[in-house]
């Protein structure tokens, strides 16, 4: 929970923007997004073919069928896929 809270909070005051809250995983423009302003950015991954497979595997995780996918449990689901909780502590 204190991660899930951490990464809320990183999220910062976007997460009370209607559009900016949630993310819309069928949009390749809004997953690349995540991946280079989130993934690359924030956790300094490395931009390799495996963070669209870590992508791909936190929507499948949400629910693909889940249209309202909220930005920081996304965001949390990607931290704990690749094991970058560090970040925030």
Do not use: H, W
């Not at 809270?5 to 997460?15: D, F, H, L, M, Y």
């Not at 936190?58 to 889940?66: D, K, L, M, T």
């Amino acid at each position: 929970m204190k991660l899930l809270t951490a990464v809320t909070v990183g999220c910062g005051p976007s997460i009370y923007n209607a559009d900016a809250c949630t993310v819309s995983a069928g949009d390749p423009k809004e997953l690349d997004r995540v991946k280079k302003n989130f993934l690359v950015k924030k956790l300094g991954l490395a931009d390799t073919p495996k963070l669209d497979e870590g992508i791909q595997a936190a929507v499948e995780q949400y629910g693909r069928s889940n249209r309202k996918k909220y930005r920081a449990v996304f965001y949390y689901l990607l931290v704990k896929q690749f094991r970058k909780g560090k970040v925030y502590a």
